[in-house]
Every structure is written in structure tokens, then in C-alpha cells.
């Protein structure tokens, strides 16, 4: 069925915006342009900055995430589709199943960019299909097609399918896969081998009996530019630079994989579901023996820096197996976290996850999560299905990631996400979920860097590493200020300062594997040459998008019941001191209660974390601050 | 006083030093004295690892003893004792 799309009432244009949005109504078969309003892109910038304003607007508080009423947001960010490197990444925003707050999960690849050249600057699905769906956009308009013969398949057979029908170069597609489809609350959606793969969202979409979106971006055009010639000017000479880049040089030759050793260095790297901070045998996951294994790399829509490694297992039980990445978290949570220190087995589960539409770092602290509560005999083997879960028993990893996405046996209840599964489990297991917020930790342990776990704590969306990545501690950077990652203090602003600047790249949406040598005062150049923009000419002021998002993310959470008492981390960062992790060895969570009061102060939030109603209104948000009046204390 | 170094995926330090994981004797007393006195005894292919344009790469992190950064441009400030831990590595972060 052709349904062509309605016409905008509305023209007030501005450079590189679309000006529009795609709203899809499932439950109607409906696709309408809508027109986005100008204070909208005026206060909210674009991509993440877009996504929450619609979420806070017109989705009511309480909504089941996997009923018809929650709203599932595709947002490619202002540059997307343009030739600025490594800015072309692309967001997922809904209510999450796996925390019941405000989630995004960023993409890469090309589908964001195939978004913004098809004319929209969003995405927005509704409702739910009375039977599997997919979508497909083209220049002729949205149809929506029967899914039954692609239900049941993985992600890889979804897209080939699709593709075969539509042609192979110019159909970009979004999808999940099996575990999307049983609902799995760490479901991803797949484009490509990469995945929007945090909180769930991959679940949303199979709620909506949405298996599939295509873009054909063989109709679009890239967005209009302000001021090209300027514009190209401040890509070729960043390209230049980054040519003979050693950071950027790293990150061609080796991805993510090159990050192993240095946490692991520093005590930094989860062993043993966040127990301990040392691998023996390490090397063997490490960067080098990966390299070994490299077939080819990959990069996103004009990324120069082309991080992707292609990885083919060449010999041994996982001979075959072939994966796009795994990125270090990849090798963190199916490494690290289950002892694992077989690389053919890392590949081969990242491959198998990205099949079945699966979040990695999820699914590897379950399974960390299960070693740990058979080995303290809190699990026994008639309760995991005959399984003997023993520390860097990748074989068992295997099953465990099967069962979750057929939601069998253990695996029904380990799909639930791993704080509902120690909940259900009883006997204590809930003490050793990994999670904040209910997201399972990703591979920097937060008792080594506490500004970093810190940020977990006071994440919007739960235990993220990308919310607001402490680039202080992680990686040496001394703006605004140097930081001791060890200091059991001091880390408020740095938490605050660091979540703002990572809202700020993501109105981009920025890459943070490609931003080697981007300032925000280069954003700020691209932005305004690329919309004509002159509020958004100066680096101090483009950081109030980026506090006024992650304000109203958090005003999203209050409004569904969230406060400072989920503001945490788990018991094990407070009670267990860190064993065996060099020089972060003895380390534990001292002051959590200081830390937030600091991060509060310094974001202008109340004690319980409800931002005041001063600073709601100097962000331009006062319509917000009488809906937190009856949150306050 | 003897100082442990360890070159973390660093481009030539294998080649250069004939290891990655080594202790280096140092007359000299802090980074900047160490860095210097690397490049003397093992020449060229040091300069390869430490040096771009005849400048100490700034990508090349150097962290004491696990936990401190040290910023190339101020090597010089920071003293060393025997038994200390220098790692160099580049910038990596995300994930």
C-alpha cells in the first residue's frame, strides 16, 4: 500500500534542518509529514535535543513501555548526511522496558544519514501494527508491508531479504531480530553489523510488531548548507589533520580493541562480574591478537576515521566466525566479565548478538551475573537448566545467549534484564546485578574512576559509559580541570560538565571514536556554517542545549517516579573494596552521599535531584518546573 | 635509580627497545630527564616513538605509577623515585 505523505502548512526554513518530521502511526497504517516548530529547533538543537522534547511533550507519564502508547524515535542529528566526518551517527529515544526511564541508544553506519537526505529531520513511530510490519521509505512516500515472512528471521536474513527486493547499495535498514520479537528487555535494533543497542529498544520496536524500516536514499539529497565553501573549508582542513593523526592512525589500524590493555593497566577493566581488576591472560583478548584475526575494516557514512575492524576466527571451535568489531566493551562484558580470554569466542558471540538483535554489554554481565551466583551456589544447576556456569566457560556463554533470545528456561528470566532477574532469583542474587538504574554496567569499573561511575549513578538513561564519559580520568584530559580518578571527591561538576558536553556533541550527533581533534569551538564553526546560526557562534554558549537536554531527560525520569534514591550504584561499589586491580586495588565508593549532592549543586537540582525551579527557567523550560512542583519534598 | 616502563600498543617501542615492558636505569630525576635520556641510549628508533616533527607527540600519553597523568609540556615538573611505573600510551577512550 502507497500512502503518500501530507503536505507541510508550515515553511519557516532553516538552513541543513529538514524542518519536518516523519510521524508514523502503526495502528493506523497513517505517515504524515509534521512540521517542526521553529522554538523547537531554536531551543533544542537537533538529534538527542529533538528526541526528548517530543518524548516529554507527548508521551504521558506511566506509559507501559511495550504497550501501543510509548513512542519509539529514530533522530539523526543536525549534520547527518553532510560530509563533516564521524558527525553522521544516529539516535534511538523511547521509554525503556529494561529501566522504565528515558533511554537513547546511539547508531552508526549510514541510516541516520539515508534519514536526514530523504527530507526529515526525525523520525517518529506511534502505536502498534496489528501484525509484523516493515516500512519502507522512498522518494515516492512510506508503504508498509506484511513482515510475516521476515518475522522469525535473524538480522542478517532480514536485511539480505529486504535488500534483495530493493537493491543492495542504496537500502539502509533498521531491524531486530529474534530477541526483539520475544521482547527481550535488552533487545537491540540491528543496521547493518551495528547496533542501537542500550535499554531495550530493540523490544519497543518488536512491541510494535515492527520488524523492519528501509530507506531508499537513492532519491534523497545531502541538506542544504548556509554557507558551503566555509563549510567544506572546515572539513578538508580537519581531514588534513586528521590524515597523520596517531590517535586517528590507532583507531583505523586497531577500533576499540586498543583500549583493552590500558584499563587493564590501570585496574580499570571489570574481571569477574566487577570482583576483581586483573585477566591473567589478557594479552590473548588484547589488541594484537585481534589484529591477527583482522579481514577488513569498515567505515560509517563520510568517516574518514574508518574504526570498524572486520574480524574472521580463522581456526578452532569458533573457525568461521566473523564480526564487525567487537569494540572493547564487546571484549569487556564477553571477556572480562566472564573471564574470558578466547578472542575467536568474543567474535563469535558479538557476531551471534548481532544476529539475534542482542545488546552485548547486557547480555555479558547476565552471564557474568550467573557465573557469579553459581559459584556462590545461589544458583544451582537444576535452576539453570542443567547449565555449570563456571568462570571463562565461553561454551556455557553460548547457550545462555541462545536461551535469552528464545526466552527459554533461565534464559526467560535473564531476558528480563539482569536487576529484574535477582529480584525474581530471590536469595540475595539482586546484590550482584550489575546495574544502575537497571542497565548493566558497561567495562569501566566505577570504583576506579568515580567521576566516571559517578556519571553511571546519575545517568538519565542508567549505567551508560557514553552519558557523560569521563574523559578526565579515563583519559588524562585536563579540561576544565585535572581530575585524580582515585579521589574519593570532587567529581560533581566534572560528572555535570561532562554529561552536558556529551549532549552537546549529540545534537551533531557526534562520534566519539571520530572526534580526534574536534573542539567544541569546531562544532560551533561546522553548526553555523552549516545553519546560519550566529547564537550558536560561541563555545559558552552552545553548552546551555546540551544542560537544558540532560535537564529535561531528567525531568522525563521524575515524572515517571524516579529520584535520588535511584541515583546509585551497586552494593558491591560500597561495601567490597576492589581486589587484585594494581593500582586501583583497595578501592571502593566512599562518599556517594557527597558525590550527589556535589553533581545536584553543580546541575541546580534540588537534594533529591528535581531540578529547581531557578534553573528551569533560566534553561527556558518554566512550563516544566510546575509539573516537578508536585515531586518536591 | 631504576625506573619500569611499559609501552602500551605504542607504534616502534618494540622495535626500538627490543621489549614493551622494561626497567631503564635513569640518572636524571624526573619525566622530562627520562624521556631525554631513553632517546640518547636508544637513538633513532626512539625518536620514531617519542617524536613527531621534532616535538614530543602529544597523543603519547605518560602516566606515574598507574594514576597520574603527566602533560608532555610540563615532563620537567614531575620528580621520579627508584621503583616508579612510567606507561605511555596513546589517547583511547569510548568503547
Known amino acids: 500500500m502507497l500512502l503518500p505523505t501530507k503536505r507541510l502548512s508550515k515553511d519557516d526554513k532553516m538552513s541543513v534542518y529538514r524542518n519536518k518530521f516523519l510521524k508514523i502511526d502503526l495502528s493506523r497504517k497513517e505517515a504524515t509529514d509534521e512540521p517542526l516548530e521553529p522554538d523547537v529547533v531554536r531551543d533544542f538543537l537537533g538529534g538527542r535535543g529533538f528526541g526528548i522534547e517530543y518524548l516529554y511533550k507527548h508521551l504521558p507519564p506511566q506509559i507501559e513501555p511495550l504497550g501501543p502508547g510509548n513512542i519509539l524515535l529514530f533522530l539523526p542529528g543536525i549534520l547527518a548526511g553532510t560530509i563533516a566526518p564521524g558527525f553522521s551517527r544516529w539516535i534511538v529515544a523511547t521509554k ?137 573549508k572546515l572539513v578538508k582542513e580537519h581531514n588534513e589533520i586528521l590524515k597523520t593523526h596517531e590517535r586517528r592512525k590507532k583507531m583505523t589500524a586497531y577500533g576499540t580493541t586498543f583500549i583493552t590493555p590500558k584499563m587493564h593497566e590501570l585496574g580499570i577493566f571489570p574481571v569477574k562480574n566487577f570482583q576483581e581488576g586483573r585477566l591473567p591472560g589478557v594479552e590473548n583478548i588484547g589488541p594484537e591478537a585481534f589484529q591477527k584475526l583482522k579481514t577488513g ?213 557526534l562520534c566519539n571514536f571520530a572526534d580526534t581533534n574536534v573542539t567544541q569551538q569546531f562544532i560551533c564553526d561546522l553548526y553555523v556554517s552549516a545553519t546560519g546560526r550566529r547564537d550558536l557562534a560561541e563555545a559558552k554558549n552552545i553548552d546551555t542545549f546540551g544542560e537544558r537536554i540532560v535537564c529535561l531527560e531528567r525531568c522525563f525520569n521524575i515524572r515517571e517516579g524516579f529520584c535520588r534514591k535511584d541515583d546509585t550504584l551497586p552494593e558491591r561499589m560500597f561495601k567490597e573494596p576492589l581486589k587484585n586491580a594494581g593500582p586501583s586495588t583497595g578501592e571502593v565508593i566512599r562518599k556517594m552521599d557527597s558525590l550527589l549532592d556535589e553533581y545536584y549543586d553543580f546541575m541546580g537540582y534540588d537534594k533529591d535531584g528535581i531540578p529547581s525551579s531557578k534553573k528551569l527557567g533560566e534553561l527556558g523550560l518554566a512550563d516544566v518546573a510546575s509539573d516537578m512542583e508536585r515531586f518536591r519534598k | 635509580m631504576r625506573i619500569n616502563l611499559k609501552f602500551i600498543v605504542v607504534t616502534g617501542a618494540q622495535e626500538a627497545f627490543g621489549a614493551t615492558e622494561f626497567s631503564f636505569e635513569l640518572a636524571g630525576s624526573n619525566v622530562g630527564d627520562l624521556v631525554r635520556e631513553i632517546m640518547e641510549k636508544y637513538g633513532t628508533p626512539s625518536k620514531r616513538v617519542f617524536l613527531t616533527k621534532g616535538h614530543y607527540e602529544p597523543s603519547l600519553q605518560i602516566i606515574l605509577n598507574g594514576r597520574k597523568y603527566v602533560p608532555p609540556e610540563r615532563m620537567d615538573e614531575f620528580p621520579l623515585q627508584a621503583g616508579d611505573t612510567i606507561i605511555f600510551a596513546h589517547l583511547v577512550e569510548g568503547g
Request: aromatic share 10%; charged share 20%.
Open chain 1, 96 to 232: 525503556s522496558p529494561l529501566t522504565g526511564a528515558y533511554i537513547r541508544s546511539v547508531c552508526g553506519g549510514k541510516f541516520g544519514a539515508a534519514l536526514k537526505n530523504g527530507g526529515y529531520d526525525f523520525m517518529a513511530v506511534h502505536g502498534r501494527a496489528d501484525k509484523p510490519t516493515y516500512l519502507y521509505l522512498s522518494k515516492d512516500g512510506v508503504q508498509f508491508f506484511d513482515a510475516d515472512s521476515l518475522w522469525g528471521l535473524d538480522t542478517a536474513a532480514t536485511q539480505d531479504n529486504i535488500r534483495d527486493k530493493y537493491g543492495k547499495t542504496s537500502t539502509h535498514i533498521a531491524c531486530i531480530g529474534p530477541a526483539g520479537e520475544r521482547l527481550v528487555k535488552f533487545a537491540a535494533i540491528i543496521h547493518e553489523k551495528r547496533a542501537a543497542a542500550r535499554g531495550g529498544v530493540g523490544a519497543v520496536m518488536g512491541s510494535k510488531n515492527l520488524k523492519a524500516i528501509a530507506i531508499d536514499a537513492s532519491g534523497g539529497s545531502p541538506p542544504e548548507l548556509h554557507n558551503r565553501e566555509v563549510f567544506f
Open chain 1, 297 to 509: 575494516d569498515y567505515g560509517c557514512y563520510a568517516c574518514t576515521t574508518r574504526c570498524g575492524n572486520v574480524f574472521k576466527v580463522a581456526e578452532g571451535t569458533y573457525a568461521g566466525a566473523e564480526s564487525e568489531g567487537p569494540e572493547y566493551e564487546t571484549i569487556f562484558s564477553f571477556g572480562g566479565e566472564i573471564a574470558n580470554t578466547d578472542a575467536g569466542a568474543i567474535i563469535a558471540a558479538d557476531a551471534l548478538c548481532d544476529r539475534l538483535g542482542l545488546d552485548t554489554i547486557s547480555m555479558g554481565v547476565a552471564a557474568g551475573f550467573v557465573m557469579e551466583l553459581y559459584e556462590k551456589g545461589i544458583l544451582g544447576s537444576g535452576a539453570l537448566d542443567g547449565l555449570k556456569p563456571v568462570w571463562g566457560d565461553h561454551g556455557t556463554l553460548f547457550q545462555l545467549i541462545e536461551k535469552v533470545a528464545k526466552r527459554e528456561g533461565i534464559g526467560n528470566i535473564l531476558a528480563e534484564g539482569t536487576k529484574k532477574a535477582g529480584q525474581l532469583i530471590g536469595n540475595g542474587a539482586e546484590y550482584y546485578a550489575m546495574t544502575a538504574k537497571g542497565l548493566e554496567l558497561p567495562g569501566y569499573e566505577p570504583r576506579a574512576a568515580k567521576a566516571h561511575g559517578l556519571g553511571y549513578a546519575v545517568s538519565n538513561i542508567g549505567g551508560s559509559h557514553m552519558y557523560g564519559y569521563a574523559r578526565q580520568e579515563i583519559s588524562g584530559f585536563m579540561t576544565p580541570r585535572e581530575v585524580d580518578r582515585l579521589a574519593d571527591d570532587g567529581k560533581g561538576d566534572i560528572t555535570g560538565w561532562n554529561q552536558i558536553k556529551k549532549a552537546v556533541e549529540e545534537t551533531g550527533i
